[in-house]
């Protein structure tokens, strides 16, 4: 089982770009399906983008499509989430998810590994 560690959140103007990183330990992270979600207080967890375990698919939320790009690198156990245009409403702590081949599901429900989060936050 994989355990995940979020880095590259920060503060941003709106407008600019962020790439999160999450890494993951253990030797089975090809196998695995990762997401990104985002939360702000008050409000239930919120998908951001999915890719299968194989990589050949991806599945984003419709508020970032075209300025979010999520990709992987399984040589160096890592998912990434390129972040750009952002937007105040983009503020939020992101978290990073894994599901062992998972498909790149939407739901939160259907991952069972998950990281302990790194902060956006956008300005105006």
């Known amino acids: 089982q994989v355990q995940l560690v979020e880095s590259g959140g920060g503060l941003v103007q709106a407008g600019g770009s962020l790439r999160l990183s999450c890494a993951a330990s253990?030797?089975?992270?090809?196998?695995?399906?990762m997401a990104w979600f985002r939360q702000v207080p008050g409000k239930e967890r919120e998908f951001v983008a999915a890719?299968?375990?194989?990589?050949?698919?991806?599945n984003y939320a419709d508020s970032v499509k075209g300025r979010f790009t999520i990709s992987r690198d399984n040589a160096k156990n890592t998912v990434y989430l390129q972040m750009n245009v952002l937007k105040p409403e983009d503020t939020a702590v992101y978290y990073c998810?894994?599901?062992?081949w998972g498909l790149g599901s939407g739901y939160a429900a259907h991952y069972d590994r998950w990281g302990q989060g790194t902060q956006v936050t956008v300005s105006s």
């Open positions: 890719m299968t375990w194989s990589g050949d698919s991806t």
């Open positions: 253990g030797r089975t992270f090809s196998t695995y399906a």
């Open positions: 998810a894994a599901k062992q």
